[in-house]
């Protein structure tokens, strides 16, 4: 039987388990990235680890997130990273050098390897053949020291698509439809391969948008195959020695197939507040628009602003609408300067914002209260532009374009012709701004610089047997981590600070959580569906543990966050039948007996001691998961083995 592109990537890079999905294997990891928003935590557990020097074959940190710098915070982060990066042997992205999904496609990724990033979007390698996860900032740490990457051997989906895509039709819409089809939970547990003859007219940072959100799938990741595109975009970037063709076999087996028709696609929009909310733009016309983003890792290639650029010469923007532009690299804005195509953008009357995440992590222009905001990234969840009210669409950069012009949600189809833009064959490539690490022999006499904002990480506790706290929150489905952890401008600074983050934590669910929290000594989180979704923070578990939180019971979770519960020491549990959600409050004692037999047998038994019910519990927690709980968390458990 043949093997799927990414069944052949893990088989190259199977350090234990049997690739049978559902089972837990171990891979080794070629590549890791990190950014800074989760790189200081990460690099602070390197450290904790004790090793010299990273034992990947290459690692780079990049800062790209908290770049506003708004107290000394950030830029002590940053010295902190950049020192560090230094001793340890991995690569430095400076600040302005651009968001780490597009550098690192830029200038690192390579097919057929390995990466696993403190990000959840770092399948966006997969655009180029790359097996590309998001982890938390201690699985990296833990790849960086030569340590294996523990999944659950995922399911295989195909997406098959035919024909081409129309003018003004683009790779967003192909994201925007697969959510539509699928939902934020239909990835779950699964690796998405896209195939078919449609993929040989999408270009590689097209084929990157496409990987890119499917991290709102919920996928493990997803991966394009490599080939003559593939071929192109590195030898443009003056690394065509990297390329590899990279294919499924003919005869691979997928759990399920999908098929979509690039030809029949039409613009689309995802409606406030998920990403799979999607209907076409034509339904939404007329809606009118305060502020456009264009940029984030999703849509902010040369390819992306040359379009953008052709489509803004000559005219101005709407005096009713704020539009911003993020270039997601150096390489792109110099190249977009260089053809005159940023003078374009200019003269419309946009705002040309710093080659980084921006407005798309709330890290500055937030839009008017109550606003309608169309943005080219890739998550539109309540808040998370840093104003409360305000209605994010999320839409392709020609969409976003139509509505900049005209004030109004717009199909971009009724702009005229649709700009021809095609790919430079090569790139302007300027590596100043990424630093080597020291060499090994010098390594020894750098040192780490660490500001006072820089606070120890909390220290998780070994799983007893019996648990009984309260139930301090109790919260409903498609909970993500921007819920539990949120970020923005005031907060994401102290992404280093645990103590001062945790008044944040799950504000925007209950203000109170935290003090209640505090007060209650210990605790357990009950949530629905899909809990933790979204970003990798592993904040969104560190800092629960440093309230109290001892374990989360919910309908079910999502891959990275239970990752993170169960290296921060917290236990994830789901309920053996849904309906018993309802069975129990917030407010009510919970204890939790059998523990340490019910993580053998998989099922824990609940006792509401308020109102008397007995509940099942399932956990199908791996013998090193079971082993991670009971040694009090990831980095525990890594220091006892060694
Ligand atoms: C995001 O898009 O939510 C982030 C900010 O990039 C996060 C990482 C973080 O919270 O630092 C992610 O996607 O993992
Ligand atoms: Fe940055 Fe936004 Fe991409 Fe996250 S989704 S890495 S915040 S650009």
């Not at 839409?395 to 900049?404: C, D």
Request: glycine share 10%.
């Amino acid at each position: 039987m043949g093997l799927t592109l990414a069944q052949k990537i893990i088989k190259n890079h199977l350090v234990s388990g049997n690739m049978i999905a559902g089972e837990e294997i171990a891979l080794r990891i070629d590549q890791t990235l990190t950014q800074d928003a989760t790189g200081t935590m990460a690099y602070l557990e390197f450290e904790a680890m004790g090793i010299d020097r990273v034992k990947t074959e290459r690692s780079v940190a990049y800062i790209d997130h908290n770049t506003l710098q708004s107290g000394f915070e950030n830029a002590d982060d940053h010295r902190y990273i950049q020192s560090v990066a230094k001793k340890h042997g991995i690569y430095f992205s400076r600040p302005g050098n651009g968001i780490c999904h597009q550098v690192h496609l830029e200038r690192f990724g390579i097919p057929g390897k390995t990466l696993i990033g403190s990000d959840s979007h770092t399948p966006t390698g997969g655009g180029i053949g790359m097996l590309a996860f998001g982890a938390g900032g201690l699985d990296v740490a833990v790849a960086m020291g030569g340590g294996a990457y523990y999944i659950t051997m995922p399911r295989m989906i195909c997406v098959e698509l035919k024909g081409a895509l129309r003018p003004f039709v683009t790779a967003k819409d192909v994201s925007l439809e697969i959510l539509r089809i699928l939902s934020v939970k239909g990835g779950v547990g699964s690796i998405i391969e896209w195939g078919g003859e449609g993929i040989k007219s999408l270009s590689v940072p097209e084929r990157a948008t496409i990987t890119n959100m499917g991290t709102e799938l919920g996928a493990t990741t997803s991966i394009f195959p490599s080939d003559e595109i593939t071929r192109d975009f590195l030898r443009a970037e003056g690394r065509e020695g990297d390329y590899l063709p990279l294919a499924a076999d003919d005869d691979a087996v997928y759990d399920r197939v999908i098929e979509i028709d690039l030809s029949a696609l039409k613009p689309l929009i995802a409606c406030p507040h998920m990403p799979d909310n999607v209907v076409t733009v034509e339904s939404l016309k007329g809606t009118r628009v305060d502020q456009v983003c264009i940029g984030s890792c999703t849509n902010s290639s040369l390819l992306d602003l040359l379009k953008v650029a052709a489509l803004l010469k000559g005219k101005t923007v709407d005096p009713r609408v704020s539009l911003s532009i993020s270039p997601g690299s150096r390489q792109v804005l110099t190249m977009l300067a260089d053809c005159g195509a940023l003078s374009d953008i200019l003269a419309s009357g946009a705002r040309v914002l710093e080659c980084a995440c921006g407005p798309c992590i709330g890290m500055g222009f937030s839009p008017n209260s109550a606003g309608v905001i169309l943005r080219t990234f890739n998550r539109n969840f309540e808040g998370r532009s840093g104003t409360r009210d305000a209605k994010v669409y999320l839409v392709s950069p020609e969409t976003a374009v139509a509505a900049a012009l005209t004030g109004e949600i717009t199909d971009p189809t009724l702009l005229g012709n649709a700009p021809q833009v095609k790919l430079p064959t090569s790139f302007r490539v300027d590596d100043s701004a990424i630093l080597p690490p020291a060499k090994p022999e010098e390594a020894a006499g750098v040192e780490i610089l660490r500001g006072p904002n820089i606070k120890e990480f909390p220290k998780s506790r070994p799983q007893g047997d019996t648990l009984s706290a309260e139930l301090i929150l109790k919260v409903g489905d498609n909970i993500t981590t921007d819920h539990i952890m949120p970020a923005g401008a005031k907060i994401l600074p102290y992404r280093s600070n645990i103590p001062y983050l945790s008044r944040f934590c799950f504000a925007v669910c209950d203000e109170t959580f935290a003090d209640r929290a505090k007060a209650a000594g210990e605790g357990i989180v009950v949530g629905g569906a899909n809990y933790g979704q979204g970003s990798s923070r592993e904040h969104a578990a560190l800092v629960p543990l440093y309230l109290g939180v001892r374990a989360v019971i919910a309908k079910s979770f999502a891959r990275i966050h239970a990752a993170n519960l169960i290296n921060a020491g917290i236990m994830p549990l789901t309920f053996a039948d849904p309906d018993d959600y309802d069975r129990i409050r917030q407010g009510d004692r919970l204890t939790l007996s059998g523990v340490w037999s019910g993580m053998d047998s998989g099922v824990i038994s609940l006792h509401d001691e308020t109102n008397g019910a007995v509940i099942r519990l399932t956990c199908a927690y791996t013998d090193r998961q079971k082993d991670i709980l009971k040694a009090g968390g990831l980095l525990a458990y890594t220091k006892a083995a060694d």
